[in-house]
Nanobody
Framework: VQLQASGGGLVQAGGSLRLSCEASGRTLSTYDVAWFRQAPGKEREFVAA????????YYGDSVKGRFTMSRDNTKKAVFLQMNSLKVEETAVYFC???????????????????WGQGTQVTVSS
């Protein structure tokens, strides 16, 4: 599945952004979907994931309580609402998808076969 991430931009510390991930020509309802981020010189980091069945969500420890991942009613897109953003969260944010990721692997980038191109999030002080 081809993924398109959008919604990034420049925001001040403490502000909010909402990222979107859409699939070209198909629904994402049968996919487990995750967000990862990568800052310059750093490894790719798990941010959040949402299960295809039941819609359970999982978050990286650093974003719990501030970020919320959701699906739309038509299952054609998933969203990442990011609140109280921090300067150190400046990164390129990627969405990724795969059918049938086991729970223990949801935070592993290797578990996902489809990746979007990324959207830049810059948080200024």
């Amino acid at each position: 599945v081809q993924l398109q991430a959008s919604g990034g931009g420049l925001v001040q510390a403490g502000g909010s952004l909402r990222l979107s991930c859409e699939a070209s020509g198909r629904t994402l309802s049968t996919y487990d979907v995750a967000w990862f981020r990568q800052a310059p010189g750093k490894e790719r980091e798990f941010v959040a994931a949402i299960r295809r069945s039941g819609g359970a969500t999982y978050y990286g420890d650093s974003v719990k309580g501030r970020f919320t991942m959701s699906r739309d009613n038509t299952k054609k897109a998933v969203f990442l609402q990011m609140n109280s953003l921090k300067v150190e969260e400046t990164a390129v944010y990627f969405c990724a998808a795969h059918r049938g990721v086991i729970v223990s692997a949801l935070s592993s980038s290797n578990a996902y076969s489809s990746w979007g191109q990324g959207t830049q999030v810059t948080v200024s002080s």
